[in-house]
């Protein structure tokens, strides 16, 4: 790995660790009172923050965006050597269980396998539900981790909550927006560059949208030149400004084709995945990593149907996915 990278990976950890620390850039007030954002606009005790937007008369608007019926598979194959933020990990064994030394069950012989998963469900393709991102240890909707996180799995804000995500996706190809074959590392999307993009390629963000970024970033993994260590180390992806205007603007849900989905090393040095913090925490909307959206820049595929129905194990942090876009 080069010394960039290295630099890179020094900052980020530097940045988490100040975040785990709860310097006072991130502090929350020890008075007592909550914090301004606690309040959110779908009141107290909300669970799904922003998959309220997720309205009948919006999901059949979505559905009308499908004329060709063409099915794009976004979530990235996934296996025990996909670059993870760590200490994510995973491992896969196939079993044929009772069946060592017979011929399976029954006179029709019949044998099967099965698997065993280990590992983390926020690894590869994934959702991040809303009780992942906090602010020195509170959470969306002002909820302090001692009262909703036990070892045990999420007491609320768990996914098992989150019936899923069908609304109007949109595919900012923020590689076509810069000129480039992949956006280097390290480059945010601002505010005026998501405006300049989708009005560049013809689409109009909306409250209620699933925003998806395209930098072909994942052509680290599977390109010409593969390079993994570069794909986990650094990224393009949100930057602050960018997180506030799509807040601003109301999405449900904001997703990317990296690990992280926004800007790596951070815009300020020593802060740690801010935007994280602006959607999820502030805002109760949903983040998407790994998304492979390659063949919808490849088509110039914008807006579309998009469909998501996430394994619902209860208490879970995040999940392992495969959403579907629909042109």
Same mark, same amino acid.
């Given at each position: 790995?080069?010394?960039?990278? +290295?630099?890179?990976?020094? &900052?980020?950890?530097?940045?988490t660790?100040a975040?785990?620390?709860a310097? @006072?850039?991130l502090? %929350?007030?020890? =008075?007592?009172?909550p914090?301004?954002w606690a309040?959110t606009?779908?009141?107290?005790?909300?669970?799904?923050?922003?998959?309220n937007?997720?309205?009948?008369?919006?999901?059949?608007?979505a559905?009308?965006?499908v004329?060709?019926g063409k $099915?794009?598979s976004?979530g990235?194959?996934v !296996?025990? /050597?996909?670059?993870?933020?760590?200490? &994510?990990?995973?491992?896969l064994?196939?079993?044929?269980? !009772?069946?060592?030394?017979?011929?399976?069950?029954g006179d029709?012989?019949f044998?099967?396998?099965?698997?065993?998963?280990?590992?983390w469900l926020?690894?590869?393709?994934?959702? /991040?539900?809303?009780g %992942?991102?906090?602010?020195d240890?509170?959470?969306?909707g002002?909820r =302090?981790?001692?009262?909703?996180?036990?070892?045990?799995?999420?007491t609320?804000?768990? #996914?098992?909550?989150l019936?899923?995500?069908v609304?109007?996706?949109?595919m900012?190809?923020?590689?076509?927006?810069f000129?480039t074959?992949?956006?280097e590392?390290?480059?945010?999307?601002t505010?005026d560059?998501? &405006?300049?993009?989708?009005?560049?390629?013809?689409v109009? #963000?909306?409250? *209620?949208?699933?925003v998806?970024? +395209?930098?072909n970033?994942?052509? #680290?993994l599977?390109g010409d030149s593969? /390079?993994?260590?570069?794909?986990?180390?650094?990224?393009?992806?949100l *930057?602050v400004? *960018?997180?506030?205007?799509?807040?601003d603007?109301? $999405?449900?849900a904001?997703g990317?084709?990296?690990?992280?989905?926004?800007?790596v @090393?951070?815009e300020?040095e020593?802060?740690?995945f801010?935007? %994280?913090?602006?959607?999820?925490? %502030?805002?109760?909307?949903?983040?998407?990593?790994?998304?492979?959206?390659r063949?919808?820049?490849? /088509?110039?595929?914008?807006?579309f149907?998009?469909?998501?129905?996430?394994?619902r194990?209860?208490?879970a $942090?995040?999940?392992?996915?495969?959403?579907?876009a629909?042109r």
């Amino acid at each position: 790995m080069g010394t960039f990278q +290295n630099r890179a990976r020094l &900052r980020l950890l530097a940045g988490t660790l100040a975040a785990m620390a709860a310097g @006072p850039l991130l502090a %929350h007030d020890t =008075s007592g009172s909550p914090p301004d954002w606690a309040q959110t606009r779908w009141g107290e005790g909300d669970e799904l923050g922003a998959a309220n937007h997720m309205t009948p008369e919006r999901v059949k608007q979505a559905a009308g965006l499908v004329t060709e019926g063409k $099915v794009y598979s976004l979530g990235m194959i996934v !296996g025990a /050597d996909t670059p993870a933020f760590p200490p &994510r990990s995973l491992s896969l064994t196939i079993l044929q269980p !009772g069946q060592n030394g017979n011929s399976g069950l029954g006179d029709n012989t019949f044998t099967y396998n099965d698997d065993i998963f280990m590992g983390w469900l926020g690894i590869g393709p994934q959702i /991040d539900g809303l009780g %992942h991102s906090g602010e020195d240890h509170l959470y969306y909707g002002g909820r =302090s981790y001692d009262d909703f996180a036990p070892a045990s799995g999420l007491t609320e804000l768990g #996914l098992d909550k989150l019936p899923g995500l069908v609304g109007r996706g949109v595919m900012l190809d923020m590689a076509a927006y810069f000129g480039t074959d992949m956006v280097e590392g390290g480059t945010p999307y601002t505010a005026d560059d998501i &405006r300049a993009a989708a009005e560049a390629q013809g689409v109009e #963000l909306r409250e *209620g949208d699933v925003v998806l970024f +395209n930098s072909n970033w994942m052509n #680290l993994l599977d390109g010409d030149s593969p /390079d993994p260590k570069t794909f986990g180390a650094i990224e393009p992806g949100l *930057g602050v400004s *960018g997180a506030e205007y799509l807040a601003d603007i109301g $999405v449900m849900a904001v997703g990317a084709d990296t690990w992280g989905m926004e800007v790596v @090393p951070a815009e300020t040095e020593g802060q740690a995945f801010r935007a %994280h913090q602006i959607l999820q925490t %502030h805002n109760g909307i949903y983040i998407l990593e790994n998304m492979d959206t390659r063949a919808l820049a490849a /088509d110039g595929v914008h807006e579309f149907l998009f469909v998501l129905g996430q394994a619902r194990v209860k208490g879970a $942090v995040q999940m392992i996915i495969n959403p579907i876009a629909i042109r």
